[in-house]
């Protein structure tokens, strides 16, 4: 693949290191990951030298295929590793230029970062007001200012409110995502890290997830880092992407940059210069190893 233009999509080597600077540093960055390395279980290498940066006020998603390691790196960064064996073991996460090393799950949704899980994981035995309602667990407010929170979260999620006394165990598959993203904004989060929305989801759905997403951003200020399969939607709606493979960033870019760059229409769209092809001849691990080389 070709260098582009300092303002094009970046190329990352084995190493981890740029092989073209990025111009624009005057941006006010809300998270900086540098380097970060993580191991499993002291043996399994999942992250190689990753690192990203999150604008404040942006879109900025994470993109690759299963086992690319999105979901690693923003456990890094939400420091939940731990519950699973995992560490950091070289580089380092900041939000708002202080490192966040030490700090507890619960210190950074103080802090304003607060993460989605992949997979919803709402509690099924509690109503779906009650789920919302323990997002505000770690803010100390009053009940007038609680229930402004909740009418904030209806507003964006009006399917919730009809269903805020059912069981949220009984609820859809795509009211479960609301449920979720509504319990993260009870938080008053600065930043939302937002691990796979689409998952399981019906193309409908995903498109109305999406666009909460990007309402959210646009009229509450609310900076997401998402990490999403669906590359097709994902660039449609962000404004920065990154590309991981096998645990290392290879590509980013503006959004819209990367939509027509032709590696990734042809490695994730399906698509190339003489139309769609097939999932076997998209799917080259030759073609794609070179990102790695």
């Given at each position: 693949?070709?260098?582009?233009?300092?303002?094009?999509?970046?190329i990352?080597?084995?190493s981890?290191?740029?092989?073209?600077?990025?111009?624009?540093?005057?941006?006010?960055?809300?998270?900086e990951?540098?380097?970060?390395?993580?191991?499993?279980?002291?043996?399994?290498?999942?992250?190689?030298?990753?690192?990203?940066?999150v604008?404040?006020g942006?879109?900025?998603?994470?993109?690759?295929?299963?086992?690319?390691?999105?979901?690693?790196t923003?456990k890094?960064?939400?420091?939940?590793?731990?519950?699973?064996r995992?560490?950091?073991?070289?580089?380092?996460?900041?939000?708002?230029?202080?490192?966040?090393?030490?700090?507890?799950?619960?210190?950074?949704?103080?802090?304003?970062?607060i993460?989605?899980?992949?997979g919803?994981?709402?509690?099924?035995?509690?109503?779906?007001?009650?789920?919302?309602?323990?997002g505000a667990?770690?803010?100390?407010?009053?009940r007038?200012?609680?229930?402004?929170?909740l009418?904030?979260v209806?507003?964006?999620?009006?399917?919730?409110?009809?269903?805020?006394?059912?069981?949220?165990?009984?609820?859809?598959?795509?009211?479960?995502?609301?449920?979720?993203?509504?319990r993260?904004?009870m938080?008053?989060?600065?930043?939302?890290?937002?691990?796979?929305?689409?998952?399981?989801?019906?193309?409908?759905?995903?498109?109305?997830?999406?666009?909460i997403?990007?309402?959210?951003n646009?009229?509450?200020?609310?900076?997401?880092l998402?990490?999403?399969?669906?590359?097709?939607?994902?660039?449609?709606?962000?404004?920065?992407?990154?590309?991981?493979?096998?645990?290392?960033?290879?590509?980013?870019?503006?959004?819209?940059?990367?939509?027509?760059?032709?590696?990734?229409?042809?490695?994730?769209?399906?698509?190339?210069?003489?139309?769609r092809k097939?999932?076997?001849?998209t799917?080259s691990?030759?073609r794609?190893?070179?990102?790695?080389?």
């Open positions: 693949m070709d260098a582009r233009s300092s303002n094009g999509p970046r990352f080597g084995k981890g290191a740029y092989m073209m600077l990025d111009s624009a540093n005057t941006e006010d960055i809300l998270l990951v540098s380097n970060v390395e993580v191991i499993y279980n002291h043996v399994i290498l999942v992250l190689k030298g990753v690192s990203l940066k604008p404040k942006g879109i900025t998603a994470l993109l690759g295929g299963n086992g690319a390691g999105k979901s690693t923003l890094s960064i939400s420091n939940l590793l731990l519950s699973e995992g560490e950091i073991t070289k580089g380092s996460v900041k939000y708002r230029g202080a490192t966040v090393a030490g700090l507890s799950p619960a210190d950074l949704v103080r802090k304003g970062v993460q989605v899980m992949e919803r994981h709402c509690f099924g035995h509690l109503t779906v007001e009650e789920n919302l309602l323990t667990y770690t803010r100390k407010i009053g007038a200012e609680l229930n402004q929170n009418d904030l209806y507003s964006y999620f009006p399917r919730l409110k009809e269903r805020r006394k059912s069981l949220a165990g009984y609820t859809s598959g795509g009211e479960q995502q609301m449920v979720a993203i509504g993260a904004l938080s008053k989060p600065e930043t939302v890290l937002l691990d796979e929305p689409s998952m399981g989801l019906a193309p409908q759905l995903v498109e109305e997830i999406f666009q997403v990007k309402d959210l646009e009229k509450e200020g609310v900076t997401f998402l990490a999403e399969q669906n590359t097709n939607v994902a660039l449609r709606y962000a404004h920065y992407g990154y590309i991981l493979e096998s645990g290392r960033v290879v590509m980013d870019g503006p959004a819209a940059e990367l939509r027509e760059n032709p590696d990734v229409k042809e490695f994730y769209l399906g698509m190339s210069d003489e139309g097939s999932f076997r001849d799917r691990y030759r794609r190893k070179r990102w790695l080389n």
